[in-house]
C-alpha cells in the first residue's frame, strides 16, 4: 500500500475511535456474509492486521472539504492568470474533513491512537473556517466578468484534472457502506464473539463495571469519567493505560486477529451489483484522492502567523 493508502487509513481509524466515543455503535450480528455475495474483488491489498488494511480501502473516499478546496485553488491560480483577485484563505482541509467526522469507516482501535489519544476524540481544530466562511459566503456576488471568467475557470479545470469532475464519487459512497457493513457484520461473527470472554477476563484488572466487548468500547461509565468526547480535554493517565490494556487484551484472546480475518472475508466478497460498481472505478477514487493531495500540497497558500500557536 502507497503512503496515500496508508495515510488515508489512518486517517480514517481515527474518525472512527471519534464515532464510537460520542455514541455507541449499533453491531447487527450477521451470520456468514451478505445475502447474495458471491463475487470475489480482485487486486487485494496485501494482509497488514497493524494498519488494518482492507480490500475496499482503495474504493474510500478523500473527505469532501479537501475536495472542494483544491478545486477552488485550482480556481484561484486560473483567474489569476486571467487578471482577476480572488484570494482564496488558508484552511487546513484535513483537519476541517476530520473535524467533521466525514466519510466515516468503522475500524477498531488502533495503538497510534490509543498512545497519543486514549478513547477521546480526536482533537482536529478546523483552523481558517471563519476566513474560509467570510469568502464562501460574500456579502456581494461576483461582477459578470468574474463570474464568466469563474465559470471558464471551472470548465478549464475540469477538462485538465478530469479526476476533480466527481464521476467516482457513487461508488466511493458504496465502498463506504459496503465496509461498514463488513465490520458491523464481522463484530458479530461466531468466531469473533467465542474471544470476549477471554478478552474480558484479560481486562479484570481495569475494574471498568459496564465492561461487554471490545467494540463497546468506551463504556458508559468511561465516557461520563473521561469525558472522552470532549476534545480540548486530555485522557488522563488511568484512561491511557486502560486504552494499551485493551489493545493488550485484544491481541492475547484472538479478539483482533478473529476480527481481521472477519471483516477482510466479508469485504473480498461482494454482491456483483455492488463489486461491478467498483469495478468500474477502477483506480479512479485512489487516482483522485493523490491528485487532490497533490494539488493541495502545491497550491495551499502559507498558513497566517496568528495561528502558530493555536492547538491541534
Known amino acids: ?14 474518525w472512527a475511535t471519534a464515532a ?3 455514541a455507541a455503535v449499533a453491531i447487527v450480528a450477521v451470520a456468514g456474509l451478505p445475502a447474495r455475495a458471491t463475487e470475489h474483488l480482485t487486486d487485494l491489498p496485501e494482509r497488514d492486521a497493524n494498519a488494518w488494511t482492507m480490500p475496499l480501502d482503495a474504493y474510500l473516499p478523500i473527505g469532501t472539504t479537501q475536495d472542494s478546496y483544491a478545486e477552488n485553488l485550482l480556481n484561484a491560480r486560473c483567474l489569476a492568470a486571467r487578471g482577476f483577485d480572488w484570494p482564496v484563505p488558508w484552511r487546513d482541509a484535513a483537519a476541517a474533513d476530520n473535524a467533521l467526522g466525514d466519510t466515516t469507516v468503522l475500524r477498531p482501535l488502533t495503538a497510534g491512537v490509543a498512545a497519543s489519544q486514549g478513547y477521546h476524540v480526536a482533537n482536529d481544530v478546523d483552523e481558517g473556517k471563519s476566513d ?3 469568502f464562501a459566503f460574500p456579502d456581494t456576488q461576483p461582477n459578470a466578468e468574474l ?7 471551472i470548465v478549464a ?4 484534472h478530469p479526476l476533480l469532475s466527481g464521476q467516482s464519487m457513487q461508488a466511493a459512497d458504496v465502498a463506504v457502506k459496503l465496509a461498514n457493513e463488513a465490520y458491523r457484520g464481522a463484530v458479530g461473527d461466531s468466531a469473533v464473539r467465542d474471544t470476549v470472554a477471554a478478552w474480558r477476563s484479560c ?13 463497546r468500547m468506551p463504556t458508559t461509565t468511561m465516557v461520563q469519567e473521561f469525558s472522552t468526547g470532549i476534545p480540548t480535554t486530555r485522557p488522563s493517565e488511568r484512561e491511557a493505560s486502560i486504552a494499551s490494556l485493551d489493545l493488550a487484551c485484544q491481541d492475547s484472546s484472538g479478539y483482533r486477529d ?8 466479508r469485504q473480498a466478497v461482494q454482491r456483483p451489483v455492488d463489486a461491478a460498481l467498483l469495478r468500474s472505478a477502477g483506480d479512479t477514487i485512489e487516482r483522485r484522492a493523490d491528485a487532490v493531495r497533490s494539488l493541495l500540497d502545491e497550491l495551499t497558500p502559507p498558513r497566517p502567523e496568528r495561528y502558530d500557536h493555536s492547538a491541534h
Open 147 to 153: 463570474q464568466a471568467a469563474l465559470d471558464t475557470c
Open 20 to 22: 464510537t466515543a460520542v
Open 258 to 265: 478473529a476480527l481481521y480475518r472477519a471483516e477482510w472475508d
Open 132 to 134: 474560509w466562511l467570510v
Open 157 to 160: 479545470g475540469r477538462e485538465k
Open 1 to 14: 500500500m502507497n503512503s496515500a493508502s496508508r495515510s488515508r487509513t489512518e486517517r480514517i481509524a481515527r
Open 203 to 215: 481486562m479484570a484488572p481495569a475494574r471498568v463495571p459496564d465492561l461487554t466487548s471490545p467494540e
